[in-house]
C-alpha cells in the first residue's frame, strides 16, 4: 500500500533556531515529491519539488532533501521566524497509472515561539 | 500567487440543504481537483476533472458532484446536506501533461478552501 508517513507530528521551537521535518514513502514506482506549506485556514502553498535526479532543493530559507534509495525526503528551515508557525505537508505522485496519483502525508504542525 | 479562487469561504447551513462551493481558476488550467481535508488528517481526492466535460470520482467516496462547463470553473454541489459534510473543501488546479501530470509543469495551486460546517 502506497503510503506517506510525516515526522514529528507536532514541533515547537523558538524563533531563531533550525528544525528538520521528516517525510518516509513506500510509493512506487516514484515520480517526484513535494512538499507544502499550509497556514491555518488557508489552502497549501507548494515550496518545493523534487524529481527521481534531484536530491536537494533550496527555495529561500528552506532546503528539501531527497534519498530516493532509502524513500526519505527532509525539510530544512533555517533561521526560524514567526511566520513559519505552520503545518507543513510532504506529498509524494507515483508514476505507476495515467493519473499520476498523489498521495499525501498528514502534516507536521510547527510553532514557532517569540 | 495562485490566481483559484474558492466561495464561500465559510458556510454553516442546517441539515437537508442543498448547497454549491465555487471554484474558479484564471491560469487556464486543464485539470481541476477537489479535496476534503479534516483537522490533523491528509487530504482526501473527492473528485477531479481533465478538462471540460470530463468528470471522475476520487479515492474518497462523496454523496457530491461537479460539473465542468467551462475551463474556469469547476463547482461541487451537495444535494442534502448532512452533518458528516462537515469539513475543508479545497480546489486545486494544474496544467495537464499527457504523459506525466506532475513537474516541471504541473504544478498543483491550491484555492484557500471552503470551511461547510453543517447543523
Known amino acids: 500500500k502506497n503510503q506517506v508517513e510525516q515526522s514529528p507530528q507536532s514541533l515547537i521551537i523558538l524563533e531563531g533556531k533550525n528544525c528538520t521535518l521528516q517525510c518516509n514513502y513506500t510509493v512506487s514506482p516514484f515520480s517526484n515529491l513535494r512538499w507544502y506549506k499550509q497556514d491555518t485556514g488557508r489552502g497549501p502553498v507548494s515550496l518545493t519539488i523534487m524529481t527521481f535526479s534531484e536530491n536537494t532543493k533550496s527555495n529561500g530559507r528552506y532546503t528539501a532533501t531527497l534519498d530516493a534509495d532509502t524513500k526519505q525526503s527532509s525539510l530544512h528551515i533555517t533561521a526560524s521566524q514567526l511566520s513559519d508557525s505552520a503545518s507543513y505537508i510532504c506529498?509524494?505522485?507515483?508514476?505507476?497509472?495515467?493519473?499520476?496519483?498523489?498521495?499525501f502525508g498528514r502534516g507536521t504542525q510547527l510553532t514557532v515561539w517569540p | 500567487e495562485a490566481d483559484i479562487y474558492q466561495t464561500p469561504r465559510y458556510l454553516v447551513i442546517g441539515t437537508g440543504k442543498k448547497i454549491t462551493l465555487e471554484c474558479s481558476q484564471t491560469m487556464g488550467h486543464d485539470k481541476m481537483y477537489w479535496y476534503q481535508q479534516d483537522p490533523g488528517m491528509e487530504l482526501h481526492l473527492i473528485h477531479y476533472?481533465?478538462?471540460?466535460?470530463?468528470?471522475e470520482k476520487g479515492d474518497l467516496s462523496s454523496e457530491s458532484t461537479v460539473s465542468r462547463i467551462r475551463t474556469e470553473h469547476f463547482p461541487l454541489t451537495l444535494e442534502s446536506a448532512r452533518p458528516s459534510h462537515t469539513s475543508q473543501y479545497l480546489c486545486a488546479s494544474s496544467e495537464y501533461i499527457l504523459r506525466d501530470f506532475v513537474p516541471p509543469s504541473g504544478e498543483l495551486f491550491f484555492g484557500e478552501g471552503s470551511r461547510l460546517t453543517v447543523l
Open positions: 476533472s481533465y478538462g471540460v466535460n470530463s468528470t
Open positions: 506529498v509524494v505522485s507515483d508514476r505507476g497509472s495515467t493519473l499520476g496519483r498523489l498521495y
